[in-house]
């Protein structure tokens, strides 16, 4: 795996996150699995590049090359994370360094104590990836009807 850094979104990457959104694989496997429609996808974008609360971060490999992405919706002292890498990139470890290196930027520049991911439960890669970055399981719930696993990154672990 090359080596991995983020940049934060833009508009212009409006096409590649489409892309990755609509992944057969992404769709079967997020917490909504219905596919996004174009309309939709660029409002919701608009709406996150502008939302002063998400942090929105574009992975690239040690060539420049968008790797995947990872989101952080912050409410109060705890953000939520979200994770998509492109299928031509997984099982690289992409998916554990977009997670470890955006959740410690996040440590460190905001005011969270803690990060929480929502997984359903039979994802067992994303699973295994927020293990291998340092998230704990933290409970099971309901979430929209589905068993959903959630896992933390708390700050006082280690992890800034």
Not at 12 to 39: C, G, K, Q
Not at 52 to 57: K, M, P, S, V, W
Not at 65 to 90: H, L, N, P, W, Y
Request: proline share 1%.
């Amino acid at each position: 795996m090359d080596k991995l850094h983020l940049r934060r979104a833009s508009d212009e990457d409006a096409r590649i996150l489409f892309h990755w959104v609509n992944e057969t694989e992404v769709r079967r496997r997020s917490l909504n699995s219905r596919p996004v429609v174009w309309e939709e996808h660029c409002r919701w974008l608009e709406g996150k590049l502008q939302d002063e609360n998400c942090d929105l971060f574009i992975g690239l490999d040690g060539k420049g090359e968008a790797v995947g992405m990872v989101r952080f919706d912050c409410q109060g002292d705890t953000a939520v994370i979200s994770i998509s890498v492109d299928s031509k990139c997984r099982s690289l470890g992409y998916g554990r360094e977009l997670i470890r290196i955006g959740s410690r930027l996040i440590l460190n520049e905001r005011r969270v104590n803690s990060i929480i991911a929502q997984i359903k439960p039979d994802n067992i890669a994303s699973v295994k990836s927020f293990e291998k970055a340092g998230f704990k399981f933290n409970r099971s719930t309901i979430a929209d009807s589905l068993e959903i696993s959630e896992m933390i990154l708390r700050r006082e672990d280690g992890h800034e």
